[in-house]
């Protein structure tokens, strides 16, 4: 059986805007900042499982100079700044395959690092969150 990816079949949300406009190459990583589970093995051989419920973690995407997007996020990111108000969810659904992302509460964590030259340049984004809920599948 042969399948196909379309990045273009991606589809990214934050507090209800789509995010477009993404740059070559690795555009988005996804992923929680602590293991699930870790263990501890005695001297005598012993395992102990710990769980971990914490479910933080990081979304980031590098954008084009260009894409729209780099408004949406630099906007949420002064209403948090200024008010407190500029945390929403963020979704992710691959329309040609299964997985999918969910975070309810989430946040820019920083303004995109901005530079210039003779060639367009890209703007990386870092989304915070309290809870991530992912689901990775195939196509």
Known sequence: MIQ???PKELK???AASPIIGFAEGTFITIERDEDTFSNTTGSDGETLRVRHR???GKITFTLMQS???NDILSTA???DERFGRGVG???MVEKNGTTVVNAPNTWVQKPAA???GKEASNREWTLATDKLEVFVGGL
């Open 12 to 14: 990214v949300n934050f």
């Open 114 to 116: 901005i530079e210039y």
């Open 77 to 79: 990111h002064a209403l």
């Open 4 to 6: 196909t990816y379309d």
């Open 89 to 91: 969810p963020f979704g």
């Open 54 to 56: 914490n479910k933080s």
């Open 67 to 69: 894409s729209p997007s």
